[in-house]
C-alpha cells in the first residue's frame, strides 16, 4: 500500500466501500447498509492516501447541543505507527465541539482517549447468539406511530440527550416495542437489522424485570434468529442473557468528557441495552 502522503478528508458516501473494507480487516460485522446509517446520522473523516485509497475513519454523531459518539474509529493496519488514530481523533474532537463526547474504547485504545481528556465510567458487554422459542411477556405490544414522542421522552431521559434523529432511523428501518401500564408507556425497546442479524436496543425502562420483557417480546418474535445486544455491566442484565444461552463475545470500555453543560437531574429510567455500541 502506498501510504506517503495522507490526507484527512470530510467521509462521504464515496468513501463507503472503503470504510467496509476496514471495518471487515478489523473484524467488525458492519454492513454497507450499517455504515450508511451511521453516515446519515452522523458527521465524520477519512483518511486517504494520495490514490483515493480510504486508510482510515472517525464519525461523529450528534445529539442536539447535549452530546455525541465518537464512533467507527479504525485504522488501516498498514497505515499504523504515523500517528494517523491521533489526527482523527483530533478531527472528531473538533467536529464535536463542546459537546460532551463518548465513545467506547479498546484496551489499546484506552491511552491515547485517556491523553486527549476522556474518563472511563463503565463496561460494555456484547452478547449474541441464536435464542430457541422462549415464553411470550406480558403487557408489551408493538409501538404505533403515536407512541413516538412518548419513546423520544423516555430515551432522552435515561440517555440525557435528544437522540431524535436517530431513533427516527431505527424506526424507518425496523421495529419498536412499548410497554404500557395505566395508558402511560413505561419503557421500550427496538429491533433492526445490523451486522450478521438483528440487533435489540435500545432498551429503556425502570427496572430490570421489565428490561427483560421488553428484550423477550423481540426473542419471541425471532425463534433461533442471530440476535445482538450490547449492555453496561451496571444493569445486571448480563446473567439473564447468559441463562437464556447468549454468549459474551467482548465489549469495551464507556468513556465520557466532562463537557460544558450541567448533568441533568438523574432520571428512574435506564438505558438496559445500548443501540450499540457506535450510538450508545
Same mark, same amino acid.
Given at each position: 500500500?502506498?501510504?506517503?502522503?495522507?490526507?484527512?478528508?470530510?467521509?462521504?458516501?464515496?468513501?463507503?466501500?472503503?470504510?467496509?473494507?476496514?471495518?471487515?480487516?478489523?473484524?467488525?460485522?458492519?454492513?454497507?447498509?450499517?455504515?450508511?446509517?451511521?453516515? !446519515?446520522?452522523?458527521?465524520?473523516?477519512?483518511?486517504?492516501?494520495?490514490?483515493?485509497?480510504?486508510? @482510515?475513519?472517525?464519525?461523529?454523531?450528534? *445529539?442536539?447541543?447535549?452530546?455525541?459518539?465518537?464512533?467507527?474509529?479504525?485504522?488501516?493496519? =498498514?497505515?499504523?505507527?504515523?500517528?494517523?488514530?491521533?489526527?482523527?481523533?483530533?478531527? !472528531?474532537?473538533?467536529?464535536?465541539?463542546?459537546?460532551? /463526547?463518548?465513545?467506547?474504547?479498546?484496551t489499546d485504545g484506552l491511552p491515547l482517549y485517556e491523553k486527549l481528556g476522556f474518563q472511563p465510567?463503565?463496561?460494555?458487554?456484547? *452478547?449474541?447468539?441464536?435464542?430457541?422459542?422462549?415464553?411470550?411477556?406480558? &403487557?408489551?405490544?408493538?409501538?404505533?406511530?403515536?407512541? %413516538?414522542? =412518548?419513546?423520544?421522552?423516555?430515551?432522552?431521559?435515561? +440517555?440525557?440527550?435528544?437522540?431524535?434523529?436517530?431513533?427516527?432511523?431505527? =424506526?424507518?428501518? @425496523?421495529? %419498536?416495542?412499548?410497554?404500557?401500564? !395505566?395508558?402511560?408507556?413505561?419503557? +421500550?425497546?427496538? /429491533? #433492526?437489522?445490523?451486522?450478521?442479524?438483528?440487533?435489540?436496543?435500545?432498551?429503556? !425502562?425502570?427496572?430490570?424485570?421489565?428490561?427483560?420483557?421488553?428484550?423477550?417480546? %423481540?426473542?419471541?418474535?425471532?425463534?433461533?434468529? +442471530?440476535?445482538?445486544?450490547?449492555?453496561?455491566?451496571?444493569?445486571?442484565?448480563?446473567?439473564?442473557?447468559?441463562?437464556?444461552? %447468549?454468549?459474551?463475545?467482548?465489549?469495551?470500555?464507556?468513556?465520557?468528557?466532562? &463537557? #460544558?453543560?450541567?448533568?441533568?437531574?438523574?432520571?428512574? *429510567?435506564?438505558t438496559y441495552a445500548l443501540a450499540n455500541q457506535a450510538f450508545g
Amino acid at each position: 500500500m502506498h501510504t506517503s502522503q495522507i490526507d484527512l478528508v470530510a467521509f462521504g458516501p464515496e468513501h463507503l466501500e472503503g470504510a467496509v473494507a476496514l471495518s471487515l480487516q478489523a473484524g467488525w460485522p458492519h454492513r454497507p447498509e450499517d455504515w450508511q446509517t451511521a453516515l !446519515a446520522v452522523s458527521r465524520g473523516i477519512a483518511a486517504v492516501t494520495d490514490d483515493r485509497q480510504v486508510v @482510515g475513519t472517525a464519525l461523529v454523531t450528534p *445529539y442536539g447541543t447535549d452530546c455525541a459518539t465518537i464512533n467507527m474509529v479504525i485504522v488501516d493496519e =498498514a497505515a499504523r505507527g504515523r500517528g494517523l488514530g491521533r489526527r482523527l481523533m483530533q478531527a !472528531a474532537l473538533e467536529i464535536g465541539s463542546e459537546r460532551q /463526547l463518548r465513545l467506547v474504547a479498546t484496551t489499546d485504545g484506552l491511552p491515547l482517549y485517556e491523553k486527549l481528556g476522556f474518563q472511563p465510567v463503565g463496561t460494555i458487554l456484547q *452478547y449474541q447468539g441464536k435464542i430457541p422459542a422462549i415464553a411470550a411477556p406480558d &403487557g408489551i405490544e408493538p409501538a404505533c406511530e403515536a407512541d %413516538f414522542d =412518548a419513546v423520544m421522552a423516555l430515551d432522552r431521559a435515561a +440517555f440525557e440527550a435528544d437522540r431524535r434523529t436517530l431513533l427516527t432511523h431505527i =424506526a424507518k428501518a @425496523g421495529e %419498536f416495542a412499548v410497554l404500557r401500564r !395505566a395508558g402511560r408507556i413505561q419503557g +421500550f425497546a427496538a /429491533l #433492526r437489522a445490523f451486522g450478521r442479524g438483528d440487533v435489540i436496543g435500545p432498551v429503556v !425502562a425502570e427496572n430490570l424485570q421489565d428490561a427483560c420483557s421488553l428484550i423477550s417480546f %423481540f426473542i419471541v418474535s425471532r425463534p433461533d434468529a +442471530f440476535l445482538r445486544i450490547d449492555t453496561t455491566a451496571d444493569t445486571e442484565l448480563a446473567p439473564w442473557l447468559e441463562s437464556l444461552g %447468549f454468549a459474551h463475545v467482548g465489549g469495551g470500555i464507556a468513556m465520557r468528557t466532562a &463537557g #460544558r453543560t450541567e448533568a441533568p437531574a438523574r432520571s428512574h *429510567y435506564k438505558t438496559y441495552a445500548l443501540a450499540n455500541q457506535a450510538f450508545g
